[in-house]
Structures are given as C-alpha cells and as structure tokens.
C-alpha cells in the first residue's frame, strides 16, 4: 500500500479522516482542521471536499512545446492538489475556532506555506511540487480579486510567470464547489479571470513576450540558449521596465547581439542559510559582490542598517562595472523577495547580461542552527522572517534557476538541463 506522502504526490485521492485516524502523530495539522468549524462541518472535511473536487476537475496537463522559455518548471498537478490540502492548515495558528463560522477570511497564506515546506520538505517531495504548492496558496485568492480591482494585464503577465494560471483556476472552481456550488458573483469573478488571461496569453502557460519566440529568431537569436535569454530579456523590459513600442524591443535585441556578454550569478535565501561559504567555494572564479563587506566598507560594520541606499547604491555600481565588460559577477545578499531582487535584475538586464539564479532550499530548524554557530549571528526573528517570505524567481528575472540543497549541491531546475 501507497503511504500518504506517495498518494499526495502521485496526486491519487487521499482519504484524511482514515489517513489520520490510522497515523495522527505523523499528521498534526489534519488534527488542527478537524478542530476548526467551516461553516456547518469542519475545515478537515471542508479540505476532503476541495480535493475531492479537484481530482473531478483537475487542470489538464500541458505537453511540452516550443523553446525552454515557454515551457516553466512547474506542473498543474500534484501542485495544485497539493495546495488544496495544505492552503488552510495556517488558519488554526492565527486565530481561534468558533462555534457555527467560518474563519476562512482570516489572512493565514503565508503560515500555511510555512507548514507546508516544513512536512513536504520532511517527507522528500520534489522541489518544484513544493514552490508551485506554495504560489498557488499565496495567489489563490488573486484570482477573483484580481477582476475585482480591475487589475492591468501586466499583472496577469508578470503571474504567468510564477505559477500555472489553470492550476490556479481549477483549484479556485474546486473550492466554490466544496462550498456548495459557484457562489454566485465569486463564481462569475473566476470565470472571468479564465477569460482575461485566456486573452493575454497567460492562461495555458507563461507568457511569450511582446514578440514571441519567432520574431526573436528572425532578429538573430537563432541558438537555443539566447533564444530563451532573448524571451525573458523581452519579458523583463515589458512587464518589469514598462516599456511598450514593438520597435523598441527589436531594437533592443540588435543592440544586445552587440554588448559584452557578461553574467551576473544571483543567490537567493535567507541570512544563515550558508550562501557567502557556498559562493566562495563555487563562485570564486567570479568578482563577489556582498552587501555585509560594502557595510564593513562604508560603516565598518558588515550589520549596520543606516546606510542600506548607500550599501546597494555601491553594489550595484560595482556589478555594472563587470557586466559590461563582459565578465562574470555573483551578488551576495539576502534577496528572498523580487524586491530585493530588483536592484540587481535591473543592473544585469540593462548591461546585457546572463542571469544565473540560485535558490538555497535550507529547512528553517538548519538555518537556526547554522546561524548560531556564525561568527556575527543575525537576530533569530529576522532569520525567521526572512525564510517565511522567501520566493524562487520569476521566469523573467533570471535565465538559469538553480537550487541548492542542505548539502551544498546545485542542481538546474529551469530551463531543463537537455535545453
């Protein structure tokens, strides 16, 4: 017989009340649904009847087609189905169950990834299934509220380009049926969402770009590794940098063909999780720019906050420096978050350069623990947060993804390693 984990992943229907009825101790936030009232039955069975959904009407899955930079690293399912066991297992830790209501409006997203990372992580689920999980818990409530506020089509672009848009339908129609149908003008919301994205080529996979892999190809990016530079360059400048004149863009991509090709190596994780060891044993071939070593410079002190626009301010000035001749920079800082991404993205996107992410997947209780023993540790709650708020990149921030393991090694998740 399957274990729950196997089940869970293979996306085959799992039944929670026996799974934790059979193993409570290796389920402890099934428990916490059952104790938690959603409407007139409890969160747990609210969660079998959204899952049960899904499996009726499962996001279909899409083949691989075209360049690498139209084909993401994630997949509608288990992802989505995934989600839909674990988006509201946070709600028991930011509030208390009430009698005959349901707490379901309670913000409690972020605390739900959290939990989630943390048992799939235990239970060795894939990388990608956990990231495309978690997107698909953060955004899911996006959807609707995205038609409600009337939202730009860059913002349906730029989501496009972090998670699958039907994972996240399919998993938004499953929930209005687990509630007892459509529920009226949230059903027509989603509805319409489906539709706009449809209309912005957003809804079946990332979007291509303002001018798409074959105008790419006839303004020279013929080989397979520029092409999908060109396509998330293209991404970037449109959706990052606002800007609009198809002449523009063709523009741009004469003028890159002409720069120097340099390549900026971005890491991503939380403080403590071992990124600046990690770069000096991998990275040492490259100019290493840190944020703590230009505080050092400019405050003597590698934790001074006061001069944080100065410290990047500097930093950036320095990785532009090796960009544009073409050499090959690694920016070592927290950058959990696109904001803090921006600054650096920016600087290699407008130098011409390759973009090399890596994402460091470290379980928090090792980053604590490795935090400890550092020379200078960082405040526990910080380390805390920013591991909470941590996010891989967006398909246009970066060119190559990687992720790193406990262990130090790097493997590429996107685009796949055949590309």
Known sequence: MKSFPARLASAERLDLAVALDRRPEELPFLSTLRDLPCGERSLLEHTQAVMDA?????????EPSGPPALRP???????AYV????????????????PGRSRLAVPHARESVR?????????????AVREHAAALILAHSK??????????????????????????YHLGRAELRAAGGDQGQAGDALEAFRRRAQGLGAFDGPYAGPLGPERVQQCGWQEPAELHRGLNALRYFELIARMGEEQWFVERLRQERSLPRGRLHLLVGSAGCGKSSWALEHLAHTTIVSSDRMRQELTGDPADQSQNYLVFQRCMDRLRERLREGEEATFDATNYSEALRSMPVQAARWCGAEIVSYFFDVSLAEVL???????????????????????????????????????GDARRYWPPAEA
């Open 54 to 62: 899904l499996l009726e009407d499962p996001p279909p899955a899409s």
């Open 73 to 79: 690293w994630w997949t509608g399912m288990p992802a």
């Open 83 to 98: 989600a839909a066991l674990f988006q509201h297992v946070g709600l028991p830790e930011v509030c208390s169950p009430r």
């Open 115 to 127: 939990l989630m990372r943390d048992r799939m992580r235990a239970w060795g689920l894939p990388f």
């Open 143 to 168: 959807a609707v509220g995205l038609v409600r506020s009337g939202a730009p089509a860059a913002t349906y672009r730029r989501m496009s380009c972090r998670l699958d848009l039907r994972a996240l």
């Open 369 to 407: 623990e490795r935090n400890q023993e550092r020379q200078r540790s960082v405040p526990e709650g910080v380390v805390r947060k920013q591991h909470r708020l941590i996010e891989p990149p967006a398909l246009y921030e970066a060119d190559r993804h990687f992720v790193v393991g406990a262990g």
